[in-house]
């Protein structure tokens, strides 16, 4: 691939560490929180709850994005020359969207893991334990066929991260990139519309 390959890639693998980053922080904020019966007396939407925790966490992905993609920026800027001015603003479009996937994702799973967790006493052992199975999972699904000779970050980014070939061509295509954000917005506000109507349900059976 070109030099310009580099950005998107290390744009994707930050978004498979936040997906891991933002895991625990779904699990803690949204379900079986102390502040639950607090919250719920107050005349606040269900909807505004869940969204503005999901906002708290989307700005500390977003923090961490943008230090990554700064400092791959730099990085670049010392082997190749720089972009043409529409890739700096498509660059900037997908590092202030991509972190809505993978949140999305840990949600689900963060739900999932929840609802298995909570038939236990020790809850937390439990979410621990899910989680190291989710991490191997990852690793396994990524060094699948793992040859030292030929191995590539790209390649394995590509197994772990299923939108990474349009990640690919969004720095340089606006088609692409107009796909990248709908399936980053969609899979956040589906995600997280479908938790607002079950928050209340998912709070009161742990």
Request: with cysteine.
């Amino acid at each position: 691939g070109s030099v310009i390959d580099v950005l998107p890639l290390m744009l994707s693998l930050t978004c498979v560490v936040s997906f891991f980053l933002s895991f625990y922080t779904v699990i803690s904020l949204l379900f079986g929180n102390k502040d639950y019966d607090f919250l719920s007396s107050l005349p606040i939407k269900t909807n505004d709850i869940v969204f503005s925790r999901l906002i708290f966490i989307c700005l500390q992905d977003f923090a961490f994005t943008i230090v990554i993609m700064v400092g791959s920026l730099i990085k670049y800027f010392q082997i190749a020359p720089a972009l043409a001015i529409e890739q700096y603003f498509y660059l900037a479009i997908m590092a202030i969207v991509s972190p809505l996937l993978p949140i999305a994702i840990s949600v689900v799973l963060g739900v999932i893991t929840y609802l298995i967790s909570s038939r236990f006493k020790r809850k937390n052992t439990v979410q621990t334990t899910i989680m190291l199975i989710i991490a191997l999972g990852f690793m396994a699904v990524g060094f699948s066929g793992f040859d030292i000779m030929s191995f590539s970050y790209a390649t394995m980014v590509s197994r772990i991260y299923f939108i990474y070939p349009i990640a690919l061509k969004s720095i340089t295509q606006w088609q692409s990139l107009l796909i990248y954000c709908l399936i980053n917005i969609l899979s956040f506000v589906g995600v997280a519309t479908l938790v607002a109507f079950t928050y209340k349900w998912l709070n009161t059976i742990g």
